[in-house]
């Protein structure tokens, strides 16, 4: 687990995921085991994004302006609203086309439906970008600065979670003729290669 994800997890235990297990209609465990498979998928994505000079422009930009780590103390403000932690926006730029197979990825890997996944996905994006934004912040990480710290916490999801490629392989497979498709298997390693 990247340095990301575990400092997201250990804030949200005090009763952070029991919330967000009551906003999704999941339990507290779930809600966990849900945070734990996403983040790491976003994390993954947003290095894959800032891996190009233009990525890592992109999101320094989006940090600098929008996501302060503010929204790591506002968790019920975002809850009520998700849509109000610029979520879709945040998806939209990490996954695109591929969200709704890396939402049915997730569903197969944590036995929650697709829409759940969906709900865990729009919390857990500001989340991320709202970690990310603080630890920019603090460390005065530049886009290159940035690029390397995302391409090091994918690194470190990818040799703990070794089995994801292989999950989100046959999650992506619509046909199940067993591989995905060429562009998502490049995504995905690009997202893995670090």
């Known amino acids: 687990m990247d340095a990301l994800t575990k400092?997201?997890?250990d804030q949200l235990a005090g009763g952070g995921l029991a919330k967000i297990g009551s906003a999704v209609g999941i339990d507290e465990e779930s809600a966990g085991s849900a945070l734990s498979a996403a983040m790491p998928l976003l994390i993954g994505a947003l290095a894959n994004n800032a891996s190009k000079?233009?990525?890592?422009?992109?999101?320094?930009?989006?940090?600098?302006?929008d996501h302060d780590g503010s929204i790591l103390g506002d968790l019920g403000g975002l809850l009520q609203d998700p849509a109000a932690g610029e979520g879709p926006g945040i998806l939209g730029h990490a996954l695109g086309a591929m969200q709704p197979a890396v939402e049915q990825?997730?569903?197969?890997?944590?036995?929650?439906?697709?829409?759940?996944?969906?709900?865990?996905l729009m919390i857990a994006a500001p989340l991320v970008m709202g970690v990310l934004g603080k630890t920019q912040r603090e460390d005065g990480l530049d886009a290159g600065g940035l690029s390397s710290f995302l391409g090091s916490a994918a690194?470190?999801?990818?040799?703990a979670a070794p089995d994801i490629l292989g999950i989100l392989n046959s999650a992506?497979?619509?046909?199940?003729?067993?591989?995905a498709v060429d562009e998502v298997m490049g995504f995905l390693g690009k997202m893995f290669k670090k």
Do not use: R
Not at 155 to 159: K, P
């Open 105 to 120: 990825g997730l569903a197969e890997k944590t036995g929650l439906s697709a829409e759940q996944i969906g709900k865990i």
């Open 53 to 65: 000079p233009k990525g890592a422009s992109s999101l320094l930009d989006a940090l600098q302006q």
């Open 172 to 179: 992506l497979d619509a046909d199940k003729d067993g591989s």
């Open 7 to 9: 400092g997201l997890m």
């Open 155 to 159: 690194q470190a999801d990818a040799e």
